[in-house]
């Protein structure tokens, strides 16, 4: 029998440089796959991705900083898109994996990413899904306030009406009008965070983060495959999605059709499947790089 002391003997923790444990569970063998949850998220937000994938891949998921039962810092300046991408390179030195397959949703696409743009030489390949929510340089100060507006409510209310609200935004209602259940426990799950967290996390991390725009130049140097994968519905990503494809130039693209935000749980076989067709080609050797004659104008390769 099961007791609740020696589940949690069996709990694995990563120590990060500057002292915060990282809750982490893994399962499978093969190739590392690594999945970094979005902000509505947490080590569980995987689950439909590591029943599949662990067949094949040695599955990792964690929750970040501020994400119980991960440590929860208690002030905002410990909270930053620098220290998340920090914090997966702890947990691959944790794990003494020197190069894994990088998985991440929204937050954690921004983080894999950065991954990609800093830390290359870590990555056997990106899916960078649901990535540029606020990433539009016009919208900045709108997000901003937005982000603000927030964490605020997190402090003022908590974790469970806070979630009553995040979670029914016009880029998750696609979710709920497919599937009322996996929505019901998705809602559920965030309103279980920590309010601290959460609040830290919009103020560190989301609030502060660079405008995808203002990454271009590194996108250029990203060499690893790339997919980039998002919600035909999730409106606020949809041009950062272009962006990132056309200036990462191992990337490609990947539309799903009346979709939202929350795609890798909203169509878990779908996103799969793209995410396995991805993997083929690239454990066989034939992903290649963009080719540059299609980045040529006009139909037959030149323009006036």
Avoid at 243 to 248: A, F, N, P
Wanted: contains cysteine; hydrophobic residues 35%; proline residues 7%.
């Amino acid at each position: 029998m099961t007791t609740p002391e020696s589940t949690q003997a069996k709990m694995t923790f990563a120590k990060t440089d500057d002292g915060v444990s990282l809750y982490y569970e893994e399962v499978g063998h093969g190739q590392p796959l690594l999945f970094v949850h979005e902000f509505a998220g947490d080590w569980r937000s995987w689950e439909p991705q590591l029943r599949f994938f662990s067949r094949y891949f040695r599955c990792i998921t964690f929750s970040a900083r501020g994400y119980l039962p991960s440590d929860v810092p208690p002030l905002p300046k410990d909270y930053s898109q620098e220290r998340a991408v920090k914090d997966i390179v702890c947990l691959l030195d944790h794990l003494k994996i020197e190069k894994a397959h990088i998985v991440g949703l929204s937050m954690g696409g921004f983080a894999t990413l950065h991954m990609g743009i800093y830390h290359s030489n870590r990555a056997l390949s990106l899916v960078i899904a649901g990535c540029g929510y606020g990433a539009e340089p016009n919208k900045s100060l709108d997000f901003k306030n937005e982000v603000e507006a927030a964490a605020a409510l997190f402090d003022s209310v908590g974790p469970v009406e806070a979630a009553k609200k995040y979670t029914m935004g016009p880029t998750r209602v696609q979710f709920i009008n497919k599937d009322p259940r996996g929505w019901n426990e998705f809602a559920q799950q965030m309103a279980e965070h920590n309010p601290l967290g959460s609040a830290n996390t919009l103020r560190g991390v989301q609030k502060m983060r660079p405008s995808l725009w203002e990454l271009v130049e590194g996108m250029k140097t990203i060499q690893v495959p790339t997919l980039i994968l998002t919600g035909d519905e999730d409106g606020p990503c949809l041009e950062p999605s272009l962006l990132m494809k056309k200036s990462i130039p191992s990337a490609c693209l990947v539309v799903l059709p009346r979709a939202g935000h929350t795609n890798n749980i909203e169509d878990p076989d779908v996103f799969n499947r793209h995410l396995m067709d991805f993997y083929f080609s690239v454990l066989s050797g034939r992903y290649a790089m963009r080719d540059p004659r299609s980045e040529q104008s006009g139909i037959l390769g030149f323009s006036k």
